[in-house]
Nanobody, 125 residues
């Protein structure tokens, strides 16, 4: 079964930290890029960060640069999103995603082939 399983969401106060994890399994197509997106009700899903699975290069949305870090552990086949200095505006459902082509820069939802079910991150003020 093709799936991306996320974990690590929750409630945190502004200024705090959370780490999200994503473990892909059973993916049919090759994936060069793993990423995180987020969505709030009434808005489109927006890009947060991406990582080149083989080489480790990273890309970030301007809104999270310097606060969020994406990383991967090839041995554990897991991607992480370390979120520091969280703000109330970071509140969203965070989705793990996988795509076939790394190109750097920002990504749209259409660039990704696989999606997790999402994990809720709530940042209180």
């Amino acid at each position: 079964q093709e799936q991306l399983v996320e974990s690590g969401g929750g409630l945190v106060q502004a200024g705090g930290s959370l780490r999200l994890s994503c473990a892909p399994s059973g993916l049919t197509f090759s994936t060069d890029v793993m990423g995180w997106f987020r969505q709030v009700p009434g808005k489109e899903r927006e890009f947060v960060a991406a990582i080149y699975w083989s080489g480790g290069r990273q890309a970030y949305a301007d809104s999270v640069k310097g606060r969020f870090t994406i990383s991967r552990d090839n041995a554990k086949n897991t991607v992480y999103l370390q979120m520091n200095s969280l703000k109330p505006e970071d509140t969203a459902v965070y989705y793990c995603a996988a795509g076939s082509r790394w190109r750097g820069g920002t990504y749209s939802s259409y660039d990704m082939d696989y999606w997790g079910k999402g994990t809720l991150v709530t940042v209180s003020s």
